[in-house]
């Protein structure tokens, strides 16, 4: 069964390690075959990988795209492992991950790194920005 996807006019969409980029219309694609498939606003790069999830995003979608989990294996470990550490709370979404990596589910691996995304958005959403009695820039004690 083939996918159906509808683009926006000017969004993109990435098939196989190529970019296509809808022109002034809406547009829907019906694709057939074993490709890996992202929308624009799936898509991570170094860049906007600003956060610790998103990171271990970057990596996932990294493995996706090259349909290959050997070229980030070891980054993504060292990832998830620090991450688990700093937020226990997290092992359990970050063995979802693991398993659907494991079992060769890349689009799935990345879809659970997403909620890991939002989990992590949840977390530093809860800090408060600024602690009653700590000093700020140019404030005395």
Known sequence: MALKVELKPGEKLLVGNCIITNSDQRTRLFIDGRAPILREKDILTAETATSPAKRIYLAVQLMYIEDDITTMRDEYFALVDDFVTAAPSTTE????????????????????????????????????????????????R
């Open 93 to 140: 979404t970050v063995n979802q991950i693991n398993n659907e990596i494991l079992t060769g589910q890349l689009y799935k691996a990345l879809k659970a790194a997403q909620k890991l995304i939002e989990y992590e958005q949840e977390l530093l959403s809860n800090v408060p920005t600024r602690r009653a009695g700590l000093p700020t820039d140019g404030e005395d």
